[in-house]
């Protein structure tokens, strides 16, 4: 049994941004990518391309750890949109995802986020293995938790349809290294 109280409940979800549903929409943002791909793209595309208008505007640059928080008006089915940048794609590591995930995890908290639905930052788009750098951001993510919240937290994981069983995989890892600390409850919710 872990030593915290805290369990965090993660469910896995193939579904597109428009169809999600949850609080919180979280994504990261690469400096170099324009305009923006992967979930990130996905919600820009969705939002009428505001975040390329932000970024030629230079009110956003996508730095690592910047935050920004969107209001999506009823263009999404989240009443909030959370973009962290995450940097230059080439200097995207383990190290840096796993802080993305402390990161996002402290926003949440502060934006009294109950239920956030999160793309794991650059899945798809780096040569990193997708398994480690879900157990990475997970770890980050629920270390933080563990430290500034209480009582139990639920999320769902974005992964596009061929990323899900990796997304398990270091789900399933991460579960298994935070044992004695956090309980992780995993709940597969890919249509299976």
């Not at 965090?8 to 549903?21: E, G, K, L, N, Y």
């Not at 190290?95 to 899945?123: C, D, N, W, Y």
């Not at 430290?147 to 769902?156: E, L, M, N, P």
């Amino acid at each position: 049994m872990p030593k915290s109280s805290m369990t965090v409940r993660i469910a896995i979800s193939p579904d597109t941004i428009d169809a999600i549903t949850g609080d919180t929409l979280v994504a990261g943002l690469f400096s170099d990518e324009r305009p923006p791909r992967g979930f990130c793209g996905d919600i820009d595309w969705r939002l009428n391309s505001l975040l390329s208008r932000l970024m030629a505007e230079k009110r956003i640059k996508g730095s690592f750890r910047e935050a920004t928080l969107i209001t999506p008006m009823k263009r999404l089915y989240v009443e909030k949109v959370l973009i962290v940048g995450l940097g230059p794609i080439r200097s995207l590591t383990y190290k840096r995802i796993h802080q993305a995930g402390e990161t996002i995890a402290g926003i949440l908290r502060g934006i009294l986020s109950e239920h956030a639905v999160i793309a794991v930052p650059g899945t798809g788009r780096s040569s990193l293995e997708i398994a480690t750098m879900t157990r990475s951001f997970i770890t980050g993510l629920c270390m933080r938790l563990m430290k500034i919240a209480g009582g139990d937290r639920a999320f769902t994981l974005l992964g596009r349809p061929p990323e899900i069983d990796e997304l398990i995989l270091g789900l399933q890892e991460c579960k298994v290294a935070l044992r004695d600390q956090i309980a992780i409850d995993i709940e597969d919710s890919k249509g299976a």
